[in-house]
């Protein structure tokens, strides 16, 4: 079957049955070298590699999608258990797949946002996925009692793709890892590096506030050195080092009480505000918005 042009320049995907030789599987593998590549799941590879060794491999309605450029966009895990022996095994192979797809293919390993965004060219994703997703998440809990969490698990990874893809969302997102990575470090959790991005992020987007006023303030919240008494940054990192604050709080309340607890020391700092303790009861008091 041959590729057609569309009319606008993209060839038509073509879908055809092909016996694939080892040599083959790894060829496709090894195109397009200097691209990120999915992260490989070596059990996922293992259950195939053995279905093909037993006889029990059977050819499904989902094919191996190859983009033009030859790029794997979907069926890594098989090509790779395919390489690794000396079988050639039948599949479906999808040539010329529009590569704008790879974010919301569903596969037998299930592609995270993460595995996407990695595919896509970004870097420190893990960070940069849960992040995104909870500062699409805020605007949707601002005077509520919900979790953060109620609304990232609705998220797409289409929906992070298309803001990281926004010049000015996506930038400020990107930039605020590095602040969050330093506010973690200068505080001594760094289980809080996706949170403190977060918070970096979101005062970045939505504070009415310049950027001296809130480089200032991510500066002190990092170092905490002279912070006189009263001062909100001082209850904040009293709150978050002390083990009956932060690290009081439940796994899954962490997020929303730290960007909750976080903001009201952001909107009396930037107000000229005292404030002697932080306080956000799960479920009960409402997230604040940014000042």
Do not use: C
Not at 257 to 263: D, G, R
């Amino acid at each position: 079957m041959s590729t057609k042009s569309n009319g606008g320049g993209k060839p038509h995907m073509r879908i055809e049955e092909v016996k694939i030789s080892p040599a083959q599987a790894r060829e496709w593998l090894a195109i397009s070298p200097e691209r990120n590549q999915r992260t490989i799941r070596q059990r996922n590879v293992a259950k195939i590699l053995h279905a093909i060794e037993s006889g029990e491999w059977k050819m499904t309605h989902q094919p191996i999608a190859l983009d033009p450029t030859g790029f794997v966009l979907d069926g890594r895990h098989r090509l790779t258990a395919i390489g690794s022996q000396r079988k050639h095994v039948p599949s479906l192979v999808a040539f010329d797949a529009d590569p704008e797809t790879f974010g919301v293919i569903d596969t037998g390993a299930n592609r995270s946002p993460s595995d996407s965004l990695k595919i896509a060219g970004y870097t420190d994703v893990n960070v940069l996925s849960a992040s995104t997703r909870q500062i699409l998440a805020f605007p949707e809990v601002v005077g509520t009692s919900s979790t953060l969490g109620s609304v990232t698990a609705y998220l797409t990874t289409a929906d992070i793709l298309i803001a990281l893809n926004d010049p000015t969302v996506g930038k400020v997102i990107q930039d605020s890892i590095r602040p969050g990575y330093l506010i973690s470090k200068g505080i001594g959790r760094y289980g809080l590096r996706t949170s403190a991005t977060v918070l970096t992020g979101l005062i970045g987007l939505h504070s009415k506030h310049g950027p001296d006023t809130q480089a200032e303030f991510l500066s002190r919240l990092t170092e905490g050195d002279n912070l006189p008494k009263g001062s909100p940054i001082l209850a904040l990192r009293k709150w978050l080092i002390g083990d009956h604050g932060y690290g009081s709080i439940m796994g899954t309340y962490r997020p929303t009480t730290f960007l909750a607890n976080s903001i009201r020391v952001w909107n009396d700092y930037s107000a000229g505000r005292d404030r002697t303790n932080v306080r956000h009861r799960p479920g009960i008091d409402t997230m604040p918005e940014i000042n």
